[in-house]
């Protein structure tokens, strides 16, 4: 049983590139989220699903965009790279948001240059 | 907006005593709060969650305190272990009922069990 799955587990973009965080669930959850943790702030929410064909914005949504054409997939797409989008990178999956208990990816350690 | 207090970045136990985590938050009424465990270079585990109109929850040797009078959860490791040595993160639902609208996260406690 994978769990919540994350490609890359490293990546270092120059300012300006694109590109795609994936993540991926094999709990059939409906609800799937991604976060970003940096030192001293936390976990922040960026965006989130709450099924198949619903994203909505987190705390921290700008820069990034998000679809969910099935409920297994749920990817990351930064659009145009800054360096202030360095940060860890964690996407997690429950069945009912907050009334359940929340499955976390390993993390994608995102640096900027 | 919504805003949680873990009481401190690091707390430092001695090996078998027990290991109390305050997890305080403002503004809001939330359902449901979680307690996570997270080591270095690895995701959030979950560890425990507790309802509203529950006061306590235990598993093994954790147990999870609840008093929304007070709007603060404490979280107890029992005959800590060197082994639980980790930051431990308090989440909440951002609305009643379990709402889909994310996790809030607080900064979380750094534990230190010293043999």
């Known amino acids: 049983n994978a769990g919540v799955t994350q490609t890359p587990k490293f990546q270092v973009l120059k300012t300006g590139q694109s590109m795609t965080l994936q993540c991926a669930q094999d709990m059939n959850h409906e609800y799937m989220s991604w976060y970003r943790q940096d030192p001293g702030m936390g976990l922040r929410l960026i965006h989130y699903s709450v099924g198949a064909g619903i994203t909505d914005q987190g705390e921290v949504p700008n820069g990034y965009n998000v679809s969910r054409s099935t409920t297994e997939d749920f990817p990351l797409r930064l659009l145009s790279a800054a360096p202030s989008q360095t940060s860890v990178y964690f996407c997690?999956?429950?069945?009912?948001?907050?009334?359940?208990?929340?499955?976390f990816g390993q993390g994608t350690r995102l640096t900027v240059v | 907006s919504q805003k949680i207090e873990q009481n401190s970045e690091a707390l430092n136990i001695q090996e078998g005593k027990t290991a109390t985590l305050t997890c305080n938050y403002t503004?809001?009424?939330?359902?449901?709060l979680q307690w996570y465990r997270q080591d270095p270079g690895r995701g959030p585990v979950f560890l425990l969650l507790i309802r509203e109109n529950e006061k306590e929850k235990r598993k093994e040797r954790l147990k999870v305190t609840f008093d929304t009078t007070l709007k603060q959860s404490l979280f107890h490791i029992t005959a800590s272990q060197p082994a639980d040595s980790a930051t431990y993160l308090c989440?909440?639902?951002?609305?009643?009922?379990?709402?889909?609208?994310?996790?809030?996260f607080g900064k979380g406690t750094h534990l230190i069990i010293q043999p």
């Open positions: 989440a909440l639902d951002m609305y009643s009922g379990g709402g889909a609208d994310g996790l809030t």
């Open positions: 997690a999956s429950s069945q009912t948001g907050g009334a359940t208990e929340a499955f």
């Open positions: 503004n809001y009424s939330p359902a449901y």
